[in-house]
């Protein structure tokens, strides 16, 4: 079975300054790992994935992401967030056999202040 | 390709009344997911299907809960004798390979 830790459940970031959401999961097996945007109403919207390879992940609208196994944590990242970057964001994992259902964390909300 | 899509987006409901959500995958995604997300939480798993098989079922899927994915293209979901407690997002997502993408999800109020 696999979890995932999201410790901020809420992050206030200005606008064009940079962010970083943490994500921490636990597993017995070896993972695959996800980032996922939510808008308000919306379903989810895939930022970004690691499968395999290069450990420095890039995704859609700017965002990054580090996979660090010795850590068990795949931290997104960008540099300069934008307004529209405001939703909510689920970091998730998967093992990399089977049926890859998702687990999710909590969240994280990230908020833009202009 | 014109992604997931789930109907009705919205469902209110008098409690211990059936009702029943559809999803249509992406074409050609011969697996299909369905999640439950409650306010202020990540989705979790419900039940996953590959083709018509459906190959697992979460212990969250109570027997009034039940699947299904005829000839292995679209899906529904009925939940039968609604409680309060069903109220939530239901997300359906296709997968091809690893990645699975999410619908818009049916919002389920029971009063």
């Known amino acids: 079975a696999q979890s995932v830790t999201q410790l901020d459940s809420q992050v206030p970031v200005f606008e064009e300054a940079p962010v970083e959401l943490r994500c921490n999961y636990s597993?017995?097996?070896?993972?695959?790992l996800f980032w996922y945007v939510q808008y308000p109403n919306q379903g989810l919207q895939l930022l970004l994935k690691?499968?395999?390879?290069?450990?420095l992940v890039k995704g859609i609208n700017g965002f990054e992401a580090e996979f660090n196994k010795s850590q068990t944590s795949f931290h997104l990242r960008k540099p300069s967030v934008h307004i529209s970057d405001t939703a909510e964001y689920f970091c998730?994992?998967?093992?990399?056999?089977?049926?890859?259902?998702?687990?999710f964390g909590t969240g994280t909300r990230l908020t833009i202040i202009p | 390709d014109t992604g997931v899509s789930q109907n009705p987006r919205h469902k209110i409901t008098k409690r211990g009344q059936n009702v029943t959500f559809r999803c249509d995958p992406i074409?050609?995604?011969?697996?299909l997911y369905w999640y439950r997300q409650t306010l202020g939480q990540g989705p979790e798993f419900l039940t996953y299907?590959?083709?018509?098989?459906?190959?697992?079922k979460s212990r969250l899927l109570s027997d009034r809960f039940s699947a299904e994915r005829p000839k292995g293209s679209f899906s529904t979901l009925e939940i039968q004798r609604t409680e309060q407690g069903d109220s939530a997002m239901y997300l359906c997502?296709?997968?091809?390979?690893?990645?699975?993408?999410f619908g818009p999800g049916t919002r389920l109020t029971v009063t």
């Open positions: 998730a994992v998967s093992s990399n056999f089977g049926n890859e259902k998702l687990t």
């Open positions: 690691y499968l395999s390879g290069s450990t």
């Open positions: 074409s050609e995604h011969n697996r």
């Open positions: 299907f590959q083709n018509e098989a459906q190959l697992e």
């Open positions: 997502a296709s997968s091809l390979l690893i990645e699975q993408y």
């Open positions: 597993s017995s097996v070896s993972v695959y």
